[in-house]
């Protein structure tokens, strides 16, 4: 996912000593000149922001510690899908533990203060973990199509052995998809924002194909996976396919509906920004001013926000999670039932195999 610090229309009034401003405004006057220059946040402005991030962070870790341990304990989680799930939960947790740590004190100091080494490393890992993030997602789309629309080869085509070599493939195209970055233009520190990111300086082709590659494609082939599953699943109901053995029930369309919605919030909260930066990618000199900063600031907390809520949508729309997360919970005043195996508790179960992801349930019982 490309981040677009480097095409603000405003820039810091003062800059301290520390290599990573001194390049940030030199950058910035190059692109820009005097016409970018920016006032400080204002006090209202850095406590919503920090209380955004704050809300983000402990949500973001106690959540996906939740969906991590709720796998780990219930055999009814343990399944191939699943392992997408827990890989999703891990992508949106690391950045929970460092980068947005250091976002929060830079908010308090109104100035990043934590050396250029953590700002290239806090910069590379949030990258990693976005575009891992939508990776991952676009994982369980294609591991759910198989399961509904060719569920006589998924068993073969998701084996442990060849899931565990489609997560390593996963995000050996995460890594592939982020280093080039520090090959085109180095990390850079952004006071709008108060974050490290790659600075998409080289070119606007580049800035496009980052947008296309790492945004665009991921959602067309997601779009297209959960498309292919209505049709199957709305002529199987309405017995356009006779031969194919329907029984919907509403926990089903809940279960379909969790993984759809973390793919919705998902492309909800990052398009903002990712169309921000497309646009200006067309055309830098006359859009680039042209955009809010709080507009601009806006969408990327948005982006920021969206690691805590796939935990949350477990939560309301699966039971099964649900009921793990109490079990967790009370785990908490009762050490000894952490090590308790509720799966066989568990109501929402096929008897036959497991669901690819996020439960034991499918969408429907469709014998192809």
Known sequence: MVNYFSFGNRMMATISNSPTQTRFHAFRMNIFG?????????????????????????????????????????????????????????????????????????????????????????????????????????????????????????????????????????????AIATVPNFFVGSLQYDPRVFSCTFAQTVSSYYTTSVVVIHFLIPLLVVSFCYMRIWVLVIQV????????????????????????????????????LN????????????VAPKIPEWLFVTSYFMAYFNSCLNAIIYGLLNQNFRKEYKTILLALCTPRMFFVDNSKYGTEGLKSKPSPAITNNNIAEVNL
């Open 34 to 174: 005097d016409r970018t220059a920016a006032r400080p946040a204002s006090v209202g402005v850095t406590t919503a922001l920090a209380s955004v991030l704050i809300f983000t962070i402990v949500v973001d870790i106690l959540g996906n510690l939740l969906v991590i341990l709720s796998v780990f304990r219930n055999k009814k989680l343990r399944n191939a899908g699943n392992i997408f799930v827990v890989s999703l939960s891990v992508a949106d947790l690391v950045v929970a533990v460092y980068p947005y740590p250091l976002v929060l004190m830079a908010i308090f100091h109104n100035d990043w203060i934590m050396g250029d080494f953590h700002c290239q490393v806090s910069g590379f890992i949030m990258g990693l973990s976005v575009i891992g993030s939508i990776f991952n997602i676009t994982a369980i789309a294609i591991n759910r199509y198989c399961y509904i629309c060719h569920s006589l080869q998924y068993d073969r085509l998701y084996s442990i052995k060849n899931t565990c070599c489609y997560l390593c493939l996963t995000w050996a195209l995460t």
């Open 237 to 272: 109901k309405h017995r356009v396919k006779p031969e194919h053995k329907l029984k919907v029930k509403p926990s089903d369309l809940r279960n379909f509906l969790t993984m759809f919605m973390v793919f919705v919030l998902f492309a909800v909260c990052w398009a903002p």
């Open 275 to 286: 169309f921000i930066g497309l646009a200006v990618a067309i055309n830098p000199e006359k």
